[in-house]
């Protein structure tokens, strides 16, 4: 493992050939298969997504297109009882345990995504930056002294590394041997933030030598690495006998390649040839390569993975907007016992329920 500046773990050349000297992980095929669909279903995800904001049927809207591999490949090395926490970008962790349409409902503004994604052992999405690394290593904590198998992978991104409580949560996991993966999506970009003023450290890896844990710094837009090294990581916080620490810090270095959100416009910050450049390393074209020279995919294959992908996320879609709207749930997700300012709230909306019949949303003046 590396926490240096060098060029980051790569098992997929640009191109998606394996790349000199490196071996691809021992997959079997549906494995292989199942994180390019993933990383395809993501990626009609996200254009489905922004489509649907732009025409007013969701809120505002993380694009994650360039960074599924990622959350995809990371998801497909760990056990379904290991926790995940996500921040707000990595869908592809939720697409690989299988998205339902309350998930998309929390883009809609409906806490009932959030309820859900716990039956999958995903904690609740977090735009709080940073809150959710301190959640995360407790959980790795508690499951530790319980004598438990499980661990948590928790995603920020690299902008979260400014935070107290990434420092907080990384000392924790280092001084009580915590079996968490600390994984830093390092896309380049904090809002319209560069990485290379986030931090005077040569790398986010390399924060990890402080806390005493070991660290990596990966492609983060190469499937294959990034299983291998969550992979790997996922084994050592797993093994509480072994001499080696149990935490690990990876730096996954991707780009993003649209807005921050639906509300950004990156031109005001970052060139066009900056983005062209990051489009090179596509994750999903460097899979499908890698794919088509193992005879794992072919022109029908693709079509008949297309058409399946669109199929689901146009009912998906159907289903969200079927579902009933449940605007009581943001007062009652807030807090385990209701404070008073928000039993005030969830009256007026009561109130309003009353006076202008059910759905009424307008402000009453
Ligand atoms: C505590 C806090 N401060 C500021 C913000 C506003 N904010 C929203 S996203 C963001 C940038 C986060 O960047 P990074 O952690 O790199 O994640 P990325 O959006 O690039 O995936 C900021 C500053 C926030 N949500 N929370
Ligand atoms: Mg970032």
Known sequence: MSDTADEPYRVLSETGEVCEGATAPDLDRETLLGIYVGMRYARRF?????????????????SLAGQEASGVASTYALADSDWIQYQYREHGAAIVRGLTPEYLRY??????????????????????????????????WASALDGGEECVVCHFGEGATSEGDFHEAANFAGVFDVPVVLFCNNNGWAISHPAEEQTASETFAGKAVAYGIPSVR?????????????????????????????PTLIEAVQYRFGAHTTADDPTNYRTEEE?????????????????????????????????????????????????????????????????????????????????????ALVRDE
């Open 46 to 62: 996200d254009e489905r997504a922004i489509s649907l904001q732009r025409q007013g049927r969701i809120g505002t809207y993380p």
């Open 107 to 140: 883009w809609m503004g409906d806490e009932v995504g959030n309820a859900v994604l716990a039956e999958d052992r995903i904690l609740p999405i977090n735009i709080t930056i940073g809150g959710q690394i301190p959640h995360a290593v407790g959980l790795a």
């Open 275 to 359: 983005v062209e450049r990051w489009k090179e390393w596509d994750p999903i074209p460097r899979m499908e390569r890698f794919l088509r020279d193992r005879g794992l995919l072919d022109d029908g294959a693709i079509d008949s993975i297309e058409e399946r992908i669109e199929d689901e996320i146009a009912e998906l879609i159907d289903e969200a907007e079927a579902m009933d709207v449940a605007p009581d749930t943001m007062f009652e997700y807030v807090f385990a016992e209701q404070t008073p300012r928000i039993a005030e709230g969830q009256a007026y909306l009561q109130g309003l329920r009353e006076r202008h019949g059910d759905g």
């Open 218 to 246: 990966v492609d983060g837009m190469d499937p294959l690495a990034v299983y291998e090294v969550t992979e790997r990581a996922v084994e050592r916080a797993r093994d509480g006998e072994s001499e080696e620490p149990r």
